[in-house]
C-alpha cells in the first residue's frame, strides 16, 4: 500500500485494483446518490474502470488525485479524499466516507491530514469547497477544516443550478 499520509486512525493511501468493490459499495448510499450523483458506480466494473482511471492520475498535475481512507483498525476502506482541478489552475476539495461510518469525524480527520500535504506536493496556495447547501455534513467538515464560506446562492453544481457554498480553504 502506497501511504500518503498517516493519522491515530487513519491511512491515506493510493488506490489499488483490490479496491474496486470497496468504491462500489461504498459509493451506493443515499447521501452520495443525493449528493454527488456522478460519483455512484452501480456496478463492480464501472468501479473497476473509474479506479484504473484514478490510478493512472499519480504523478499528473492536470487530473484529478483520489486517495482511498482506510481504517488502520482492520484495514477497511471507508471512502476517499480528493482534490480535483476546476479549470483556470483552481482545485476543489473532495470526500466521502462511507454510511456505516459517518459521524465518527473520519471526514475531517482525512482533510485536515491531506489538504497540506497535496498543498505542498502540488504548489497549490488554496482549494475551494463547493457543495449542495442542504448538505450541512459537509459544510461542518469543511468549517472544521478551516475553509472560510464566501458564497451562498444559486450556482452550477454537476448537472444543473442548485442551491450550494462555496468556500476557500488558503494554505
Not at 7 to 18: C, G, P, W, Y
Not at 50 to 72: D, N, R
Not at 78 to 84: E, F, K, M, N, T
Not at 140 to 154: A, D, H, I, R, S
Request: glycine share 8%; aromatic share 10%.
Amino acid at each position: 500500500m502506497n501511504v500518503l499520509v498517516e493519522t491515530d486512525r487513519i491511512l491515506i493511501v493510493e488506490m489499488t485494483m483490490d479496491m474496486a468493490m470497496d468504491v462500489h459499495k461504498n459509493s451506493l448510499d443515499d447521501d452520495t446518490r443525493r449528493f454527488v450523483p456522478d460519483e455512484v458506480f452501480e456496478t463492480l466494473e464501472d468501479a473497476k474502470e473509474t479506479v484504473e482511471f484514478l490510478m493512472s492520475q499519480y504523478g499528473s498535475a492536470e487530473g484529478p488525485q483520489v486517495y482511498a481512507v482506510v481504517l488502520k483498525d482492520g484495514n477497511k476502506n471507508i471512502g476517499y479524499v480528493q482534490l480535483v482541478p476546476i479549470g483556470e489552475g483552481k482545485w476543489e476539495i473532495g470526500y466521502h466516507i462511507a454510511k456505516q461510518y459517518t459521524c465518527n469525524g473520519y471526514a475531517t480527520e482525512a482533510v485536515t491530514a491531506f489538504l497540506p500535504i497535496m498543498a505542498e506536493k502540488s504548489a497549490i496556495k488554496e482549494v475551494y469547497g463547493i457543495r449542495l447547501l442542504e448538505n450541512i455534513a459537509s459544510g461542518c467538515v469543511l468549517e472544521k477544516c478551516g475553509f472560510e464560506n464566501f458564497f451562498e446562492g444559486e450556482g452550477a453544481y454537476h448537472d444543473g443550478v442548485y442551491e450550494i457554498s462555496k468556500s476557500v480553504w488558503k494554505l
